[in-house]
């Protein structure tokens, strides 16, 4: 089933939506669209309501962010400095690379990740998007996004409390999707930033990930950010780690 014509609800009028079939729609979607308020101009915006129960939920999720998070920098680091001789053989510049992303309450953090690009050609504005067979991308660089190692760092950024293990990713400022600014495209995309970005998600536990050129996809990842919050529980925080360990085992799903 298309789910072309809800897509439109909840995307601003001026968004050219194109018409194309995006899959089955989410059980979810329905409770989501019955959930908005509407705007002056009477077009639906998404809506983020947690359940009663989170605040205890969510300082539970802050101590396995924490333990999960130093557990895997202990258990990772022999790889992570294998990575950092590789990034370093390759090509000039730093191991890292350092951007910055909006996080909780729109908050600006700065994300760290291995530098998969030349040096001189990294964007930090992120305003270029990174396609298939992108030269500013080095070899190395090539095999981290697509087994998403060039993420591992973000372990720190959880434990400093930037991020969490699982959440909406992280986006910079003023994101482009579907050739417009983000915040244009999808009415309510700041409910997005109601809990700390995660180093995965609901949307790329689903496959929904990459590039944000396409409008239906892109709505679908806020569709799915909204519908993480508002059934926000520990237990779905383990399905998504789950479900996201088996995809990158599976092959991987990076770009």
């Given at each position: 089933m298309s789910i072309h014509p809800i897509l439109q609800m909840i995307g601003r009028p001026e968004a050219d939506v194109a018409g194309q079939n995006a899959g089955t729609r989410s059980p979810m979607l329905e409770a989501l669209l019955a959930d908005t308020v509407l705007a002056n101009d009477n077009v639906p915006t998404l809506v983020a309501r947690t359940r009663p129960h989170a605040p205890v939920q969510f300082a539970l999720k802050r101590a396995m962010d924490v333990?999960?998070?130093?557990?895997?920098?202990?258990?990772?680091?022999?790889?992570?400095?294998?990575?950092?001789?590789?990034?370093?053989?390759?090509?000039?510049?730093?191991?890292?690379f350092r951007q910055l992303r909006?996080?909780?309450?729109?908050?600006?953090?700065?994300?760290?990740k291995f530098r998969s690009m030349y040096v001189e050609q990294c964007d930090h504005a992120g305003v270029r998007l990174t396609v298939d067979g992108d030269p500013r991308v080095t070899r190395m660089g090539r095999f981290l996004r697509k087994t998403s190692l060039d993420e591992i760092p973000q372990l720190w950024n959880v434990v400093v409390g930037h991020m969490s293990l699982v959440g909406p990713r992280p986006h910079v400022p003023d994101m482009v999707a579907g050739g417009m600014n983000y915040a244009d495209l999808v009415r309510g995309y700041e409910n997005r930033h109601l809990v700390r970005p995660g180093l995965t998600g609901l949307a790329q536990s689903r496959g929904l990930r990459g590039p944000t050129t396409d409008s239906d996809t892109a709505i679908r990842r806020i569709l799915s950010d909204v519908e993480y919050i508002r059934t926000f529980s520990i237990l779905l925080d383990i399905r998504i780690l789950v479900r996201t360990i088996i995809n990158e085992l599976r092959g991987g799903t990076g770009s």
């Open positions: 333990g999960g998070a130093f557990a895997g920098l202990i258990v990772l680091a022999p790889i992570l400095l294998l990575i950092a001789i590789m990034i370093r053989l390759e090509s000039k510049g730093p191991v890292f909006t996080g909780r309450n729109e908050v600006p953090f700065e994300i760290l």
